[in-house]
T-cell receptor, first 111, second 113 residues
């Protein structure tokens, strides 16, 4: 299927360190979305990227969409314990409305 | 607004039993979907619907049935539960089109013994 490869699967950082997760696709994406799931919670939408080379910021979070629209990244500057959770990217699939998710990157932060 | 409401939150079944996970949304969203979440597997799409009377299969549809008789409701049926269906299930909805963020329910944790 038209999956997105998300790396790394796990990331453990010390509080204050930076963190980056990557999503890669073999095909061009019309758009990509990012979600955060806190432990024991449900996924919550963070952002959608649509344009080639797009960069969006939300406080300490920076989202990028590659020039070829085949990859995307989420970067967190100076992590805090509140950043703990699993970060997922999601893409439309098969030209339909359905969204398929990457396997996620689980972030743990040591205070 | 309640958003996306899933019931039950927890359920234990025996192998072979049937049950229905309920999902309702009050945002008038055309698109509704069911995902299952297993450790290390991320969120896998089971079935989805783009409107009343229209359903389609996702990545892992086997063992599950859905129907969409109204815009608001999208139940997920397990006709004969198997231990492999032990998982956390999420219902999600959104407006159709490129700009639609998914709104998730709080999840239903199902254990099949």
């Amino acid at each position: 299927g038209q999956q997105v490869m998300q790396i790394p699967q796990y990331q453990h950082v010390q509080e204050g360190e930076d963190f980056t997760t990557y999503c890669n696709s073999s095909t061009t994406l019309s758009n990509i979305q990012w979600y955060k799931q806190r432990p024991g919670g449900h996924p919550v939408f963070l952002i959608q990227l649509v344009k080639s080379g797009e960069v969006k910021k939300q406080k300490r979070l920076t989202f990028q969409f590659g020039e070829a629209k085949k990859n995307s990244s989420l970067h967190i500057t100076a992590t805090q314990t509140t950043d703990v959770g699993t970060y997922f990217c999601a893409r439309p699939s098969g030209g339909s409305e359905k969204l398929v998710f990457g396997k996620g990157t689980k972030l743990t932060v040591n205070p | 607004n309640a958003g996306v409401t899933q019931t039950p939150k927890f359920q234990v079944l025996k192998t072979g039993q049937s049950m229905t996970l309920q999902c309702a949304q009050d945002m008038n969203h055309e698109y509704m979907s069911w995902y299952r979440q297993d450790p290390g597997m991320g969120l896998r799409l089971i079935h989805y619907s783009v409107g009343a009377g229209i359903t389609d299969q996702g990545e892992v549809p086997n063992g599950y049935n859905v129907s969409r008789s109204t815009t608001e409701d999208f139940p997920l049926r397990l006709l004969s539960a198997a231990p492999s269906q032990t998982s956390v299930y999420f219902c999600a909805s959104r407006s159709t089109g490129l700009a639609g963020e998914l709104f998730f329910g709080e999840g239903s944790r199902l254990t099949v013994l």
